[in-house]
């Protein structure tokens, strides 16, 4: 075993809004494109024990499948997911919103484990996941100001 390596990536961000709102936006597969520069494309859906399937960008621009499972699935909290090939270079990915005075402390936190840990820099993707998280924090505000903002009634003809 102590030829498996093993490393992580950490982000946090502050973002003025309760969890239920960023939580809204983390389960949404669909909205992943909109926001999320490393997970272009999501498959599934997030609950407890569902497969998920991604479309992940690299650096470089590059785009992989990828496959997880669900291993956590704290409402509003926590959501853990697992993939890879064990002993070779697996992932532990893991959300979690911790409601602040301010609003809500959102930590990505990734670990990888095996061999092909030691011929590979995750350093781009702790870059990717601040750059996750700025999108984050920018969908959700654009969220609750679609909610927020009254709709006016469209013109009619009489009125121009």
Known sequence: MALLGHKSVHTEIEI?????????????PGGYGEWNPILVRVEGEYRGGARMRYKMRNQSGKDSDVQSKV????????????????????????????PIEAGT??????EYRGI?????????????????????????????????????????????
């Open 116 to 160: 092909g840990v030691w011929f590979w820099d995750p350093g781009w993707v702790e870059e990717m996941y601040r750059k996750a998280n700025a999108g984050l924090l920018q969908r959700v505000q654009q969220l609750r100001d679609r909610r927020t903002t009254p709709s006016l009634p469209p013109k009619s003809a009489e009125g121009r």
């Open 105 to 110: 402390r959102v930590t990505q936190r990734e």
């Open 16 to 28: 003025p809004a309760p969890a239920e709102d960023i939580w809204q936006v983390l389960t949404d």
């Open 71 to 98: 291993v956590a699935f704290i409402a509003g909290r926590e959501l853990r997911q697992f993939g890879g090939i064990r002993g070779v270079l697996t992932f532990d990915h893991t959300w979690q919103l911790e």
